[in-house]
């Protein structure tokens, strides 16, 4: 026998959401705009579906219609800004073969990246650790995979320090990317981190090469 919802089990019932790639490119910019803005100025527990919609300058209905709640619109930008970050990354280390090389030139893409993102450089540095996991691109395994193939091949090559394990590298490397990136930002500074860009990178060869290598540079 076929059964009637009632109104209450039709609100009960999960909506499906319709596909981002419906949406038109200059709705879903302002969108992005719109996340990267409100959520690096108010705290993050704090930010409404409301005020997004608003600064978007789009309908809640349509918040709604595409994304369902606040984290996953979140998580859903957050992924596209860096996934044009993590395409940019491994689009300048083709045809790079000198570890040195590769190292620097992802140094330089992710400091472009601060002097270009600073919003979204404040928003992810707002995120837990709980939560940002929940961000596809953390887990993407090209891009993380290719930061530790350049690392394990300058372990290989007797360039990097191999004296601590790939991990280590690889959290110093990030860690260096990120407290200084999230600094020139909070400094208000006028200038773009590139400026410095040569003295910077010095300081980060120095520190994961192997040192042996480093004293005869």
């Known amino acids: 026998m076929m059964t009637i919802d009632s109104p209450k089990d039709k609100l009960a019932k999960p909506q499906p959401l319709a596909k981002l790639a419906d ?39 349509t918040l709604y219609k595409y994304f369902g709640d606040k984290q996953t619109l979140f998580n859903t930008i957050m992924d596209i800004v860096l996934g044009r970050l993590a395409a940019r990354i491994m689009d300048h280390l ?35 650790v709980s939560r940002i996991r929940s961000i596809a691109i953390y887990e993407n395994k090209e891009l993380i995979g290719a930061f530790l193939d350049v690392l394990e091949d300058g372990q290989k090559r007797g360039v990097l320090n191999d ?53 005869l540079q």
């Open 163 to 215: 004296s601590v394990p790939l991990y280590i590298l690889f959290d110093v490397f990030m860690g260096f990317i990120s407290r200084l990136g999230f600094m020139h930002i909070m400094r208000q500074s006028h200038t773009p981190i590139n400026k410095d860009f040569d003295a910077l990178f010095v300081i980060l060869w120095r520190a994961i090469s192997k040192p042996e290598i480093e004293r």
């Open 94 to 128: 083709q045809g790079i073969d000198s570890v040195k090389d590769r190292l620097r030139k992802t140094l330089w893409v992710c400091f472009d990246f601060v002097d270009t993102h600073p919003d979204a450089v404040m928003v992810l540095s707002s995120v837990s």
């Open 23 to 61: 949406m038109r490119p200059a709705t879903l910019d302002k969108i992005e705009k719109a996340v990267r803005k409100v959520f690096a100025g108010f705290d993050p527990s704090e930010v409404t579906m409301a005020q997004i919609a608003k600064s978007a300058n789009v309908s809640l209905q």
